[in-house]
């Protein structure tokens, strides 16, 4: 994998680019149907994957933080994430979201003793920022009801993404941060919205979410996840935008590496758990049943 692209100052807005366009497609057709095959199954093929997923984000961590040693700071980080992630997948979520922030200040010492990063508050903070995610994930996938809930979740946010990035560039119009994300626009923000929604409704309907967000709320939960993802992806840019990279790396084709195609998916499932923890605490079925209105399912 290469590494992050450097950039020294904005880039200029772009024609639509329809080979990127094409790239996007033929990435998702070949992630996307492996990604719910093993949301499906749970278990350890889903450690597995969050695993194999977090090691990758975290060389892109070291890349992008830590260009003066990366492969160390990317070894620290991800014994610092899988460490939580393994706790979190024996149902010990408790421990793993204490053990975290533990994790994540060793990792940060032992950069600072070894004296190979003057940025050990970056390490610390790519640890929480890559750790919180996937501990979160892995409940939310194996909490009763959370396969319908981590179905919904990539549905929205990843037709998010498609939709924010297709709207944006044809459509353009109003930029909306250029400070920081000069390419994204207010177009794409909304079309981006609707594509949360439509998929979160689509996944109820179809059956495929059972013991997620039933009709009636599918929509708003839909547009609460398309909200996180955008808010996600533009602080992605702020982070690029601080260490100095256009891209986190060159992983997937026309995404870039996979923080740039994970970026708005790493907020979406933290508020999609809280969502989970508000709308049905005792469990989708158990709460669907007793309101008797067919929300949840």
């Given at each position: 994998m290469g590494g992050s692209t450097r950039m020294t100052s904005s880039p200029p807005v772009k024609r639509f680019d329809w080979g990127n366009l094409r790239l996007r497609i033929l990435s998702a057709v070949v992630l996307g149907p492996a990604t719910f095959l093993v949301l499906w199954f749970g278990g350890w093929p889903f450690?597995?994957?969050?695993?194999?997923?977090?090691?990758?984000?975290?060389?892109?961590?070291?890349?992008?933080?830590?260009?003066?040693?990366?492969?160390?700071?990317?070894?620290?980080?991800?014994?610092?994430?899988?460490?939580?992630?393994?706790?979190?997948?024996?149902?010990?979520?408790?421990?793993?979201?204490?053990?975290?922030?533990?994790?994540?200040?060793?990792?940060?010492?032992?950069?600072?003793?070894?004296?190979?990063?003057?940025?050990?508050?970056?390490?610390?903070?790519?640890?929480?920022?890559?750790?919180?995610?996937?501990?979160?994930?892995?409940?939310?996938?194996?909490?009763?009801?959370?396969?319908?809930?981590?179905?919904?979740?990539?549905?929205?946010?990843?037709?998010?993404?498609?939709?924010?990035?297709?709207?944006?560039?044809i459509l353009k119009g109003p930029k909306l941060w250029p400070r920081f994300s000069p390419n994204k626009t207010w177009s794409g923000f909304f079309f981006g919205l609707a594509g949360a929604m439509v998929a979160a409704l689509g996944v109820s309907a179809a059956g495929l979410g059972e013991g997620g967000p039933g009709p009636g709320m599918a929509v708003p939960v839909g547009l609460v996840v398309g909200l996180a993802t955008m808010a996600g992806d533009l602080w992605e840019s702020i982070l690029k935008r601080r260490f100095g990279v256009k891209d986190s790396g060159d992983l997937i084709p026309g995404h870039g590496g996979l923080l740039d195609r994970v970026d708005g998916l790493m907020f979406a499932i933290l508020v999609a758990a809280v969502l989970r923890l508000v709308l049905a605490p005792h469990g989708a079925a158990g709460i669907g049943a007793a309101m008797g209105a067919g929300w949840l399912r």
């Amino acid at each position: 994998m290469g590494g992050s692209t450097r950039m020294t100052s904005s880039p200029p807005v772009k024609r639509f680019d329809w080979g990127n366009l094409r790239l996007r497609i033929l990435s998702a057709v070949v992630l996307g149907p492996a990604t719910f095959l093993v949301l499906w199954f749970g278990g350890w093929p889903f450690l597995l994957m969050v695993a194999i997923a977090s090691t990758l984000l975290a060389i892109e961590w070291g890349l992008m933080s830590t260009p003066e040693a990366p492969a160390r700071t990317a070894g620290l980080v991800t014994a610092a994430v899988l460490v939580p992630l393994f706790l979190a997948y024996r149902d010990e979520t408790r421990t793993a979201c204490i053990a975290l922030p533990i994790t994540a200040l060793a990792a940060a010492l032992a950069a600072r003793q070894a004296r190979w990063s003057d940025r050990s508050l970056d390490i610390a903070f790519g640890v929480l920022y890559l750790g919180l995610p996937g501990i979160t994930l892995i409940w939310l996938r194996h909490d009763p009801g959370g396969q319908g809930w981590a179905t919904t979740l990539l549905a929205a946010t990843w037709s998010a993404d498609i939709c924010a990035f297709t709207a944006g560039n044809i459509l353009k119009g109003p930029k909306l941060w250029p400070r920081f994300s000069p390419n994204k626009t207010w177009s794409g923000f909304f079309f981006g919205l609707a594509g949360a929604m439509v998929a979160a409704l689509g996944v109820s309907a179809a059956g495929l979410g059972e013991g997620g967000p039933g009709p009636g709320m599918a929509v708003p939960v839909g547009l609460v996840v398309g909200l996180a993802t955008m808010a996600g992806d533009l602080w992605e840019s702020i982070l690029k935008r601080r260490f100095g990279v256009k891209d986190s790396g060159d992983l997937i084709p026309g995404h870039g590496g996979l923080l740039d195609r994970v970026d708005g998916l790493m907020f979406a499932i933290l508020v999609a758990a809280v969502l989970r923890l508000v709308l049905a605490p005792h469990g989708a079925a158990g709460i669907g049943a007793a309101m008797g209105a067919g929300w949840l399912r």
